[in-house]
C-alpha cells in the first residue's frame, strides 16, 4: 500500500524542468505587471513634473497599449519562425532597454514615444507566459500556474506602496529604472535556464495581408473602445470591426497560412474558455476602474488609503492562485470557474449596497478580499480548458489568439464602466456615492456574463498532449 501511494506521488511530482520554465516566464510576467501598476498610480505625478496635463499623460498608458495590440497578433508566427526561447530572450531584454529609454526622457513626447516602443515589446513578450508553461506543464498545468502567477500578484500589492517609496525619495525616472536590475536577472537567467528549443523553426510565410487587417483592426478597435464618449470613437469602432470583419474572411479562405486560424473558434473546447476569459479580464479592469473612482471620488478617502483597500483583492488572488492544483482536481474546470465567478458577483453586489447607504470600511475591504479568491479561480480553469486539446504544433497560433480575446476584455469593460460613471457623475458637480450606482450595476452585468460563460466549460478536460 505505500508503495501505491509512493508511484501516485511520484507520478504527481513536477519535474524540476518545469519549474524551471516557471520560474523564468513569472520574472518577466512579474516585471511587466509592477511597470503598469506603477504607471497607472503615478500619472498625475508624471504629468506635474513634466508639465503636461492629464490628457496628454494619459498617452503614457493609451500608447502603450495601442502599440502592444498591434503587434500581438505576430507572437504566433514569429515563435514558430525564430523558436519560443530567442524570441523571449529578445522580448525581455528590449522591454529592459525601453525602460531605460523610458527613465532617459526630458520631455512628455519622449516619454509617450519610449512607451510605445516599450508597448510593441509587450505585445510580444505578453503571451509568452501562458504559452511555455502549456508547452512543458501538460496534465500538470493548473498547479503550476497556479505557483507561476504568485509572484506575478504582488504587482498590484506592492506597486501603489513601492510608487509612494519611489517618489518621496527621487524622480519619476526612477519609476522605470527599478525595472533594470530586474530586467538583467530575468534575462541571464532564461538565457541559462530555458531549454534550447526542440527541432527546426517552421518557415511559415509571413502572412501580410492578414498582419495589415488584424493589428490595425484591434488598435482601432481599443481606440474606439477608450474615446467611446467621443465622436470619432464610433468612427474607429465601425473601422476596426470593418478590417476584423475582413481579416475573419481572409483567415477562412486561407488557413493554413494565416496569422491566426480563425477556425479554432468554431471548436467549442476552445472558444468557450475565450469568451470566459475575455469577460474575466474585462471584470477585472472594470473594478480596478469603478472601486478606486468610488472610494477616492465618491467616499473621499485618499489615495494611499484607497491602495491599502484594493490590495485585499491582491491578497485574495494570490491565497486562490496557491490552491489551484487542488481545487481543480476536486472540482473540475466547470465547477471552479463559474463558482469563481459567482463568489466575484456576491462579492461586488455590497458596493451596490453601499453607494446608497453608508459606505463601510470593514465591508469594503471583505468585499475586495473575496473577489479576490473569485476572480483568482476563473483564468486558469479557462485556460487550461482552452489548451486542453490543443496540439503542442497549434499552441503559438492559439496562444496569440487566446490573448487578444483576453486584451479586448479591459477596454470593453472599462469603457462600459466609464460610460456609466460619466453619465450619472457630471463634471461640473461633486460626486456622491449614490451616483456610483450605474458603475457597480454595469460591473454586475459583466460578472453574471462571465458566470454564463464560465457554465459553458467543460467539467473536466483530459489533454491532447498528456504523455
Not at 493609451?62 to 515563435?79: R, T
Request: charged share 10%; glycine share 10%; hydrophobic share 55%.
Amino acid at each position: 500500500m505505500s508503495g501505491m501511494r509512493e508511484g501516485r506521488g511520484s507520478a504527481n511530482r513536477i519535474p524540476p524542468s518545469v519549474w524551471k520554465v516557471a520560474v523564468v516566464v513569472s520574472i518577466g510576467s512579474f516585471m511587466a505587471q509592477m511597470d503598469s501598476t506603477l504607471v497607472n498610480v503615478s500619472l498625475s505625478s508624471i504629468g506635474h513634473a513634466l508639465r503636461s496635463p492629464i490628457g496628454t499623460t494619459q498617452w503614457i498608458m493609451s500608447g502603450y497599449l495601442l502599440a502592444m495590440a498591434l503587434m500581438l497578433p505576430l507572437n504566433g508566427w514569429l515563435v514558430d519562425r525564430i523558436g519560443a526561447k530567442r524570441l523571449y530572450l529578445f522580448a525581455f531584454s528590449t522591454f529592459t532597454l525601453a525602460s531605460v529609454l523610458c527613465g532617459a526622457a526630458q520631455s512628455m513626447g519622449a516619454l509617450i514615444g519610449a512607451r510605445i516602443f516599450q508597448g510593441l515589446v509587450a505585445g510580444l513578450l505578453a503571451p509568452m507566459a501562458q504559452m511555455m508553461i502549456g508547452r512543458v506543464a501538460g496534465k500538470n498545468m493548473e498547479r503550476v500556474m497556479g505557483y507561476a502567477a504568485l509572484p506575478i500578484l504582488l504587482g498590484p500589492i506592492l506597486g501603489p506602496v513601492l510608487a509612494g517609496a519611489v517618489l518621496a525619495r527621487a524622480a519619476w525616472p526612477w519609476l522605470f529604472l527599478i525595472n533594470v536590475p530586474v530586467g538583467i536577472v530575468g534575462v541571464a537567467l532564461a538565457a541559462r535556464l530555458l531549454a534550447p528549443d526542440a527541432g527546426q523553426p517552421q518557415r511559415r510565410q509571413f502572412d501580410f495581408t492578414g498582419f495589415a487587417l488584424i493589428s490595425p483592426g484591434l488598435v482601432a478597435l481599443v481606440y474606439g473602445f477608450q474615446s467611446a464618449m467621443h465622436a470619432e470613437g464610433a468612427a474607429f469602432l465601425l473601422a476596426g470591426a470593418a478590417l476584423l470583419a475582413g481579416f475573419v474572411w481572409h483567415s477562412v479562405r486561407r488557413p493554413t497560412s494565416a496569422l491566426i486560424d480563425v477556425r479554432l473558434f468554431a471548436d467549442r473546447m476552445f472558444a468557450v474558455p475565450a469568451i470566459t476569459q475575455f469577460f474575466a479580464n474585462g471584470i477585472m479592469y472594470g473594478r480596478q476602474l469603478a472601486v478606486p473612482l468610488y472610494l477616492i471620488t465618491g467616499c473621499g478617502l485618499s489615495a494611499a488609503q484607497a491602495g491599502w483597500l484594493l490590495a485585499a483583492t491582491g491578497a485574495g488572488m494570490m491565497g486562490s492562485f496557491a490552491c489551484m492544483g487542488y481545487l481543480t482536481e476536486r472540482l473540475g474546470c466547470r465547477a471552479l470557474a463559474a463558482g469563481g465567478a459567482l463568489l466575484a458577483l456576491c462579492a461586488t453586489l455590497p458596493f451596490l449596497w453601499m453607494t446608497g447607504h453608508t459606505f463601510s470600511t470593514g465591508l469594503a475591504l471583505g468585499s475586495l478580499f473575496i473577489a479576490g479568491v473569485g476572480q483568482g479561480t476563473i483564468s486558469i480553469p479557462s485556460i487550461s480548458a482552452a489548451y486542453a486539446r490543443m496540439p503542442k504544433a497549434r499552441l503559438p497560433v492559439a496562444n496569440t489568439a487566446l490573448n487578444i480575446a483576453q486584451r479586448i476584455g479591459g477596454p470593453v469593460a472599462t469603457t462600459l464602466v466609464s460610460i456609466a460613471v460619466s453619465l450619472a457623475v457630471p463634471s461640473s458637480s461633486a460626486a456622491e456615492p449614490r451616483q456610483f450606482l450605474p458603475a457597480f450595476a454595469a460591473l454586475c452585468a459583466l460578472h453574471l456574463l462571465c458566470f454564463a460563460a464560465a457554465v459553458l466549460l467543460p467539467a473536466r478536460v483530459r489533454r491532447a498532449n498528456e504523455s
